[in-house]
Structure formats: structure tokens, C-alpha cells
């Protein structure tokens, strides 16, 4: 009987040995025995991606993104390949392809290109002669046919798109964990898996450091309303659903805690404290394409300030070089730079009609003698910057004071 179409994402860990990949082949050969049509998104092997990007680096450290692009890509297309030879050693047809022959248009923002169609012509006619249908993640193709990267991550934006493209009864994705966790359940022994978690706030973890979905996925998902189911590749537990509303009684007030490790943080001190200062500095940096996190600003009395912002530790040498000109150009003082940070955030709809989170999360971390460098806000969310020895710490004592601990 035929019962519609799933598209299921294995992560790199879910592939990343011989063992693993016949795993994942028996998984989905079974989808295809009980009568779905199968579209299979696969990431690099285990830490592939990563290697890459070391060794890139070894050649030059500044590569170019179009090089990159061409280089990264190549993770995907070794797994593909090998999954298809795993199915159809259990005797099932199977196809793999790159993103670029599947018809993934991307624009031309090497290293973190945007979807802008797909023609999913090819994948369609497949599927039709009962073939499975695997596809190489995180990669799309230019007008131009130059082969891009969608970003960090973009495994789980290829999965959603084609999810919605091919309008897909589930789109399910196969990590290392269980699902979604109150935290990250490599730091947070006690955190517990949530059943079901709407866009917004698996948005917001997801931006704020809960890598286990990419957060561009995360909204590509709330924009279509494609339901996602994260689960374990290791076993055949009930994993956590991505959807539009989850129906509680009241909402929770915190669902999760998040980290973040990726930021670094500059400091340009003595800043002249007059109109358009501020202009200035952060339309160089958005100029030259990095894009700043957090921003603070302390007003002295002596009519200069300090101004500290973040920026992602990819773009830091770029962004510190570029504040050190324009502070000299502004008659401004030294540049100071912290690599050693990280964002620790506290997550949940409920934030928004319970005061005192911010209050609560504050004193916690003064209870753990933690300083608070920076603090940010959403409607959802609360963040603060605080020096990275501190972050394990944070986590769990955050996790503990907002009762989400098991
Ligand atoms: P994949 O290779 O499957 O894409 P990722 O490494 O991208 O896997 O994401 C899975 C990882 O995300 C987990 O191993 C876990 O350590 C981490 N993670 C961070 N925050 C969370 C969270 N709140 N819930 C679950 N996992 C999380
Ligand atoms: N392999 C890519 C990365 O490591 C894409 C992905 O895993 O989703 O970022
Ligand atoms: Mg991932």
C-alpha cells in the first residue's frame, strides 16, 4: 500500500563509520518496506566537515568562499554515494545525487547561500520508478552553476526545504540524541527530552547556541508549517516534535537553556560620545559583510564612552582589524578583544506574561560569583555574556533554577 512521502535526515554522526551507514540503510529500507516513499537527506561523515575546514585553513586562512564551497561540498557527496551502495546491498533501489543535480538554485553567498527554488523534477521522476532518493545536504547550485554551501548546519535546512517542496507527510530528522533537550544533554546530565516544542522557541534555542537544528531550517519550517520530528538514529524512541502550536494549559515559563560558544566580543574604549559615532563603526562592520551580535554602550561622564559589541569568531580577525581604523579614525582609544567568552541563554514563551526571569537568572548567576559582561533580551529569551570557564557552570545552575532538571 502506498502511504506518502517521508523525507528523513541523518546527521554526520548518524554516518560516520561502515557500522553506522549500514545502520542507517536498514532504517530506511524498512520505511520503504512498510510502502513510503523515501527522501534521504545525508550530512558529511562524522567530523568531515570540520577536517575540511582545518585543512583549508593549513593552505591559506583566508580562503576564498567560493573555494570553500567546492571544498565542503565534497563531504556530502562521499556519504550519499556510500548510503545508496549500503541499500542496495540489502537489495533496494536507490539513487544519490548532489544538490546541484536535484535542482537546489541557491543565490551566490558562498559559505551561507539562500534557497531560492527548487526543481524537484528529477527527484519526483524517481520516486516514481520506486527508487529511494538520497540527497546530498548543506549544497545548492548557483543560476551559474557555481556549487554553494548553505551554512553550517544546512543539512537540516535541505531536509526542510525538499520537505516542503515534495510537500512530504513527515520530515524527520536523525541525530545523536534523543530529540530536543530542557539543554544540551552532553553538558546538562539532568536535562530531559521535551515532547513537542513550537517554531518560535525551537527558533530562538536554535539561534541562541542548540545546534542540534540549524535555526535558518527552523524557519524555513515555521514559514511552511512543515511539522519535523527529531529523533535518534540509534534507536526507535518517540523524539521530540517542531510544530506551530503546542497545547498546554498554561505556557511553560522557561523551556530551555542554551550556550553558546561561537562568539567572540571587541571593546573600543574612550569613544568620542557624539551623534553618528556609533554609525559610523557598526556601517564599516555591516559594510565589510560581518554581521554584530550584542552591543553595549557605557556613557561616562567625561563625554566618552566604551563601546562592546560580539561578533562570530569566523568573521573576529576580519571585525578586529576593521575596529582598529576606525578607531583611530575616530579619535577613539584602544581596541580591546575577549575570545573567551560565551552566551548562556534562558528560553521560553511563558517569559513574556511572568516577570522575574531575568531577576531569577541574574541572581543565580551571582550565587556561582559568575560576572555579568553583557545581557541581551527578546520577547522569549534572556542572554548574558560571561567568561567562557563559567559557561558548564552557568548551564547547570540555570537548568536547576528553573525547575527543568529531572
Ligand atoms: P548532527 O550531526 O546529527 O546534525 P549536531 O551535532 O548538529 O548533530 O546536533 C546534535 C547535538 O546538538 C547533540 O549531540 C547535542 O550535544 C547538541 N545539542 C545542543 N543543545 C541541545 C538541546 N537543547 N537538545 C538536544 N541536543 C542539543
Ligand atoms: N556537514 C555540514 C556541517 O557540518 C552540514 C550538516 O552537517 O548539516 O555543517
Ligand atoms: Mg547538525
Redesign the pocket.
Known amino acids: 500500500m502506498h502511504k506518502g512521502l517521508i523525507v528523513q535526515k541523518f546527521?554526520?554522526?548518524?554516518v560516520a563509520d561502515v557500522k553506522r551507514i549500514q545502520n542507517v540503510a536498514k532504517r530506511v529500507v524498512s520505511y520503504k518496506k512498510k510502502g513510503y516513499d523515501l527522501v534521504v537527506v545525508v550530512?558529511a561523515l562524522g567530523d568531515t566537515t570540520d577536517e575540511l575546514v582545518e585543512l583549508a585553513g593549513k593552505i591559506n586562512p583566508e580562503p576564498s568562499e567560493r573555494e570553500m564551497d567546492m571544498l565542503l561540498s565534497t563531504g556530502e557527496q562521499i556519504s550519499v554515494a556510500l548510503l545508496a551502495m549500503a541499500i542496495h546491498k540489502l537489495g533496494q533501489e536507490a539513487i544519490s545525487f548532489t544538490g546541484a543535480q536535484v535542482g537546489i538554485i541557491t543565490d551566490s553567498s558562498h559559505t551561507r547561500a539562500r534557497i531560492i527554488k527548487i526543481n524537484a523534477d528529477k527527484i519526483k521522476e524517481e520516486l516514481s520508478k520506486g527508487k529511494i532518493v538520497i540527497v546530498a545536504g548543506f549544497q545548492g547550485v548557483t543560476l551559474t552553476h557555481d556549487i554553494t554551501t548553505l551554512g553550517r548546519?544546512g543539512?537540516d535546512l535541505t531536509a526542510v526545504a525538499l520537505a516542503k517542496e515534495l510537500l512530504a507527510c513527515e520530515c524527520e530528522i536523525y541525530?545523536?540524541?534523543e530529540g530536543?533537550?530542557t539543554?544540551?544533554?552532553?553538558i546538562e546530565r539532568k536535562a530531559r527530552k521535551i515532547n513537542a516544542i513550537t517554531y518560535d522557541e525551537m527558533l530562538e534555542?536554535a539561534s541562541l547556541g542548540?545546534?542540534?537544528m540549524q535555526a535558518r531550517s527552523v524557519e524555513v519550517a515555521k514559514k511552511f508549517n512543515v511539522p519535523i520530528h527529531v529523533r535518534s538514529s540509534f534507536s526507535n524512541n518517540q523524539g521530540t516534535l517542531i510544530i506551530k502550536e503546542v497545547k498546554r494549559m498554561e505556557d511553560v515559563v522557561v523551556s530551555?537553556i542554551?550556550l553558546d560558544k561561537t562568539e567572540a566580543k571587541i571593546t573600543i574604549c574612550n569613544v568620542p560620545d557624539r551623534p553618528g559615532v556609533a554609525a559610523k563603526i557598526f556601517g564599516e562592520l555591516s559594510g565589510a559583510g560581518i554581521s554584530v551580535d550584542m552591543i553595549v554602550q557605557n556613557v561616562s561622564h567625561l563625554r566618552q564612552t566604551d563601546i562592546s559589541f560580539t561578533v562570530k569568531k569566523a568573521e573576529f580577525s576580519k571585525a578586529i582589524k576593521l575596529a582598529k581604523r576606525v578607531a583611530s579614525g575616530i579619535g577613539a582609544g584602544d581596541v580591546l578583544e575577549d575570545v573567551d567568552i560565551a552566551r548562556v541563554s534562558v528560553v521560553g514563551v511563558g517569559m513574556k506574561s511572568h516577570p522575574g526571569v531575568a531577576a531569577g537568572m541574574f541572581d543565580t548567576l551571582a550565587k556561582h560569583k559568575i560576572n555579568i559582561e553583557m545581557i541581551s533580551t527578546s520577547d522569549i529569551s534572556i542572554s548574558c555574556i560571561i567568561k567562557r570557564k563559567f559557561a558548564k557552570t552557568a548551564v547547570r545552575a540555570l537548568h536547576e533554577k528553573f525547575g527543568l532538571s529531572k
Open positions: 546527521g554526520g554522526s548518524s550530512s548546519g543539512s541525530t545523536d540524541v530536543i533537550y539543554a544540551d544533554p552532553r534555542m542548540a545546534q542540534v530551555g542554551t
